[in-house]
């Protein structure tokens, strides 16, 4: 039996790397009854064992950690060294110096291992799916492991490596592709309902552009065993989102999938940056999120919304500046009633 099927709410707090999910955040969302996630991509080992530790400080309810695979070796590296000369007046201006774009693992291996030795309830992977032993390492330890995939085949391959659950990211969804190819665009209902028809025997959870009641109502009535949502805790005050980016969440703005920020494909605020710089973006990660680093850095550092990278689904606007308790409780009832509603409504109908 899978934990989602113990959850008081039927609510799974997204990893959002970069700084949004605290150790608070976790514990909050684990608190109502949702499950709660650590982002443990782009930090390192020991940040990652110390928020371990915060959360279980925080809260004796489950939670999960979320873990980065490593990036594709195969990068055009001469389309990464234009795209710095790009950007070199860029960084000019704010009188940054590019970073290095090299490749790397973010410590996968020793994430891997240090998860492997204190086991968390659940561990989740993004950016591409684990291989079989170390699916079956981490379940030996009790641990249920979860893969994010953006395609239907991609959550047969997942099952046949013996995941616990599948987590379904339409293209709705704020920040990064979790799946690989990072390049399919299926909406987040169709995705569920072709994975559901082919008849996955695992929990599903829909992820993307599920921001309220009404679209929780929508993932559970079409097969979710639970949504995972992201952009509606960034406002929380447990979030540890900038006020910078609390503000472009709480605004009207587009969003876009871009590469300008990281080299791999990710969902954000329109900003000048985004749009200058996207059409000649390269496939390229991490190369090119250690290049933008320092940029996006300095960015963060002075409030600079039209720079920085400012991740956000596409609901963003439904998200409100409420603890994330509250967000938790809200959503489930409002589901409930959104149900009770459509199922009162179809009744009518005889």
């Known amino acids: 039996m899978s934990l989602l099927s113990t959850l008081r709410c039927p609510i799974v707090a997204a990893p959002m790397a970069g700084g949004?999910?605290?150790?608070?955040?976790?514990?909050?969302?684990?608190a109502a009854g949702g499950l709660g996630f650590l982002a443990a991509g782009m930090i390192g080992t020991d940040r990652m064992v110390a928020d371990v530790a915060e959360v279980r400080a925080r809260t004796d309810r489950p939670f999960g950690v979320n873990v980065f695979l490593p990036g594709d070796t195969d990068v055009d590296e001469a389309a990464v060294r234009a795209y710095a000369q790009r950007l070199a007046p860029e960084?000019?201006?704010?009188?940054?110096?590019?970073?290095?774009?090299?490749?790397?693992?973010?410590?996968?291996?020793?994430?891997l291992a240090a998860l492997l030795a204190d086991p968390v309830?659940?561990?989740?992977?993004?950016?591409?799916?684990?291989?079989?032993?170390?699916v079956a390492a981490l379940r030996e330890r009790g641990t249920e492991v979860w893969a994010t995939v953006n395609r239907p085949d991609a959550a047969t391959a997942a099952v046949g490596l013996g995941v616990d659950a599948v987590?379904?990211?339409?293209?709705?969804?704020?920040?990064?592709?979790?799946?690989?190819?990072?390049d399919d665009d299926y909406g987040v209902l169709p995705l569920l309902r072709l994975v559901a028809a082919a008849g996955c025997d695992r929990p599903l959870v829909a992820a993307g552009g599920i921001a309220d009641g009404a679209g929780?109502?929508?993932v559970l009535a079409a097969g979710a065993a639970a949504a995972q949502i992201g952009t509606a805790f960034l406002r929380c005050p447990e979030a540890g989102t900038s006020p910078m980016h609390r503000a472009a969440v709480a605004s009207a703005a587009p969003t876009a999938?871009?590469?300008?920020?990281?080299?791999?494909?990710?969902?954000?605020?329109?900003?000048?940056?985004?749009?200058?710089?996207?059409?000649?973006?390269?496939?390229?990660y991490p190369q090119v999120l250690h290049l933008t680093?320092?940029?996006?850095?300095?960015?963060?550092?002075?409030?600079?919304?039209?720079?920085?990278?400012?991740?956000?689904?596409?609901?963003?606007?439904?998200?409100?500046?409420?603890?994330?308790?509250?967000v938790v409780t809200e959503l489930t009832?409002?589901?409930?009633?959104?149900?009770?509603?459509?199922a009162d409504r179809w009744a009518q109908r005889d």
């Open 20 to 30: 949004p999910s605290t150790p608070a955040l976790v514990a909050g969302v684990s």
């Open 91 to 111: 960084a000019a201006r704010h009188a940054v110096t590019l970073g290095e774009p090299t490749g790397g693992d973010d410590a996968y291996p020793e994430k």
């Open 121 to 134: 309830p659940v561990v989740s992977f993004a950016f591409g799916l684990p291989d079989r032993e170390a």
């Open 167 to 182: 987590v379904l990211q339409g293209t709705e969804a704020g920040a990064h592709r979790g799946g690989l190819p990072d």
């Open 216 to 218: 929780l109502a929508a």
């Open 257 to 284: 999938l871009t590469r300008a920020f990281t080299g791999k494909r990710a969902r954000g605020i329109v900003n000048d940056f985004l749009r200058r710089h996207d059409p000649s973006a390269p496939a390229g």
């Open 293 to 326: 680093r320092p940029l996006l850095a300095t960015a963060r550092r002075d409030g600079n919304a039209e720079v920085a990278n400012l991740w956000a689904g596409q609901a963003h606007s439904l998200a409100r500046e409420v603890p994330a308790g509250e």
């Open 333 to 342: 009832a409002d589901a409930r009633a959104a149900l009770a509603v459509a």
